[in-house]
């Protein structure tokens, strides 16, 4: 009890440390994971002296908060901007997945003479991207939709298959022909309980009433969780189902669901703090630079040979320009994953996983600086930088039980084709109405002939039974104008 306030402010003094540090690394252009493994290091060993050396320990708090950050990265992945990119996503985290362990497998075999188990071993381990280090870093490069769906669905997907490759070489299991029906079990199994789990989710919590908007984001978030217990304990894929089950309650039309994104991304960026101080306190900076010149050989052989290949074979069937082929490549950063996916050989007990753990902690530092400071100017080097694109529209419900009827409230964002539709042109099915718009701080009832705006805050209220109607479209216009559906439009 005598060290419980010493505890609480030092975790309150790096929790608003990292804080600061988000501010830091995005006018640097890097992702800030750097910088909360150096206030690790601080807090380690070599610094004030804390020590912390337990990997199995580390092992499981680290995929609680992979869990976490996979939670989030689901509920804010928004389905009409990652849909035109799905076989793209999906090809690059599993084919490109496949084919970079094997690759950086054989040459780590040849280059350093690891046996073969090791060798595939680095390579499964640095398979996997990272959605915090590779989005913190796209939010300014400032390239198209596209490549960003693409990215963001490899980032949430590939940790799963990376994941089972890692358990089945470090448990020196017998690789033979069952071994792809059993990967493909687990990941076929993992979709399906997370489309369950988030398809019932989303069920219940539209029909429930709950006495407190705060439980909405507690409750969805319960949901991604027991859909990754459940995918662990049906010894299937649990990272994918917490990531399919995300995405699926994060595009249904959940109460409060700008509330339920706003605690998800808070708690994601706790997770990320959390998981990154963790190794940074692990880290022990007398062995990494032991380590320095096999970690380089490793990043070398990922940047320059496995990344571009895996990347150019699995694009193959979608016909890319070899300009985004270029950027898919060098945009495939690692990050905290590939270091958790680490301790699991360490806390094994596999022969050489110290220095693999080591050499990871190398290979992501020196990669995340030398990608970070280059990607934006290679968007621009290649021709892909675009200006700012148009959010999808937001548009949260709030339930009137009561009353049998809904609010929406309506952000029209930078680029939406709302801004400069009249009232009388915004075509609300009967049962709808735009009640109020806030406009600079003030609000007005509107008339026929007010014309929104961008920036623009609308208060729709609608009957229950027109609700999904009316959202489809306000998303319609929101993407198409007044003239929606002469294009074609519907909202869907």
């Given at each position: 009890?005598?060290?419980?306030?010493v505890l609480l402010g030092v975790g309150g003094v790096v929790l608003l440390s990292s804080v600061v540090a988000v501010r830091v690394s995005i006018r640097l252009g890097f992702p800030s994971l750097l910088l909360y493994l150096a206030?690790?290091?601080?807090?380690?060993?070599?610094?004030?002296?804390?020590?912390?050396?337990?990997?199995?320990?580390?092992?499981?708090?680290?995929?609680?908060?992979?869990?976490?950050?996979?939670?989030?990265?689901?509920?804010?992945?928004?389905?009409?901007?990652?849909?035109?990119?799905?076989?793209?996503?999906?090809?690059?985290?599993?084919?490109?997945?496949?084919?970079?362990?094997?690759?950086?497998?054989?040459?780590?075999?040849?280059?350093?003479?690891?046996?073969?188990?090791?060798?595939?071993?680095?390579?499964?381990?640095?398979?996997?991207?990272?959605?915090?280090?590779?989005?913190?870093?796209?939010?300014?490069?400032?390239?198209?939709?596209?490549?960003?769906?693409?990215?963001?669905?490899?980032?949430?997907?590939?940790?799963?298959?990376?994941?089972i490759a890692v358990v089945v070489l470090a448990s020196g299991a017998t690789v033979d022909w069952s071994l792809p029906l059993l990967v493909i079990y687990e990941l076929a199994a993992g979709l399906g309980i997370g489309l369950l789990?988030?398809?019932?989710?989303?069920?219940?919590?539209?029909?429930?009433?709950?006495?407190?908007?705060?439980?909405?984001?507690?409750?969805?978030?319960?949901?991604?969780?027991?859909?990754?217990?459940?995918?662990?304990?049906?010894?299937?894929?649990?990272?994918?189902?917490?990531?399919?089950?995300?995405?699926?309650?994060?595009?249904?039309?959940?109460?409060?669901?700008?509330?339920?994104?706003?605690?998800?991304?808070?708690?994601?960026?706790?997770?990320?703090?959390?998981?990154?101080?963790?190794?940074?306190?692990?880290?022990?900076?007398?062995?990494?630079?032991?380590?320095?010149?096999?970690?380089?050989?490793?990043?070398?052989?990922?940047?320059?040979?496995?990344?571009?290949?895996?990347?150019?074979?699995?694009?193959?069937?979608?016909?890319?320009?070899?300009?985004?082929?270029?950027?898919?490549?060098?945009?495939?950063?690692?990050?905290?994953?590939?270091?958790?996916?680490?301790?699991?050989?360490?806390?094994?007990?596999?022969?050489?996983?110290?220095?693999?753990?080591?050499?990871?902690?190398?290979?992501?530092?020196?990669?995340?600086?030398?990608?970070?400071?280059?990607?934006?100017?290679?968007?621009?080097?290649?021709?892909?930088?675009?200006?700012?694109?148009?959010?999808?529209?937001?548009?949260?419900?709030?339930?009137?039980?009561?009353?049998?009827?809904?609010?929406?409230?309506?952000?029209?964002?930078?680029?939406?084709?709302?801004?400069?539709?009249?009232?009388?042109?915004?075509?609300?099915?009967?049962?709808?109405?735009?009640?109020?718009?806030?406009?600079?701080?003030?609000?007005?009832?509107?008339?026929?002939?007010?014309?929104?705006?961008?920036?623009?805050?609308?208060?729709?209220?609608?009957?229950?039974?027109?609700?999904?109607?009316?959202?489809?479209?306000?998303?319609?216009?929101?993407?198409?104008?007044?003239?929606?559906?002469?294009?074609?439009?519907?909202?869907?």
């Amino acid at each position: 009890m005598d060290q419980l306030p010493v505890l609480l402010g030092v975790g309150g003094v790096v929790l608003l440390s990292s804080v600061v540090a988000v501010r830091v690394s995005i006018r640097l252009g890097f992702p800030s994971l750097l910088l909360y493994l150096a206030i690790g290091v601080v807090l380690g060993e070599s610094g004030f002296g804390i020590r912390f050396d337990n990997p199995a320990l580390t092992q499981s708090l680290g995929l609680a908060a992979l869990v976490m950050i996979l939670t989030e990265g689901g509920l804010t992945t928004r389905w009409a901007s990652v849909k035109p990119s799905l076989g793209r996503g999906i090809a690059l985290s599993t084919v490109a997945v496949v084919l970079s362990v094997a690759i950086t497998g054989a040459a780590l075999h040849w280059l350093l003479g690891l046996d073969w188990r090791l060798a595939l071993l680095w390579g499964a381990v640095l398979a996997s991207t990272d959605a915090a280090a590779v989005f913190s870093v796209l939010r300014s490069a400032g390239v198209g939709k596209r490549i960003v769906g693409t990215l963001e669905l490899e980032s949430g997907i590939n940790d799963a298959p990376a994941y089972i490759a890692v358990v089945v070489l470090a448990s020196g299991a017998t690789v033979d022909w069952s071994l792809p029906l059993l990967v493909i079990y687990e990941l076929a199994a993992g979709l399906g309980i997370g489309l369950l789990f988030g398809w019932l989710g989303a069920m219940a919590l539209r029909r429930a009433a709950l006495p407190a908007t705060g439980l909405y984001p507690l409750a969805t978030v319960a949901v991604c969780v027991v859909a990754y217990s459940s995918g662990q304990l049906a010894h299937a894929s649990g990272l994918l189902a917490t990531y399919v089950a995300g995405v699926v309650l994060g595009n249904s039309k959940l109460p409060h669901r700008s509330d339920t994104l706003s605690f998800a991304e808070g708690l994601g960026w706790l997770a990320q703090i959390g998981l990154f101080v963790l190794l940074g306190l692990f880290a022990s900076p007398s062995r990494l630079l032991e380590t320095l010149v096999p970690g380089l050989v490793a990043g070398a052989v990922v940047l320059l040979l496995a990344r571009p290949l895996s990347v150019v074979l699995s694009m193959l069937p979608f016909r890319l320009p070899w300009r985004e082929q270029a950027f898919l490549s060098w945009a495939g950063l690692r990050g905290a994953v590939p270091i958790v996916l680490a301790m699991i050989p360490l806390s094994e007990g596999v022969p050489g996983a110290e220095q693999l753990v080591d050499a990871v902690f190398v290979l992501v530092i020196v990669l995340t600086l030398l990608q970070g400071a280059t990607l934006s100017p290679l968007a621009r080097l290649l021709g892909l930088a675009k200006p700012a694109e148009a959010y999808e529209i937001e548009v949260d419900a709030a339930p009137l039980d009561e009353l049998g009827a809904e609010l929406l409230q309506v952000r029209i964002q930078k680029g939406s084709k709302l801004h400069g539709v009249y009232i009388s042109e915004l075509g609300l099915p009967v049962g709808a109405t735009v009640s109020l718009i806030v406009r600079s701080g003030a609000g007005f009832t509107p008339q026929k002939t007010s014309r929104l705006q961008v920036a623009d805050q609308l208060l729709v209220v609608t009957t229950a039974s027109v609700r999904d109607a009316a959202e489809r479209r306000i998303r319609a216009v929101d993407r198409a104008g007044r003239l929606a559906r002469w294009r074609g439009e519907d909202g869907r």
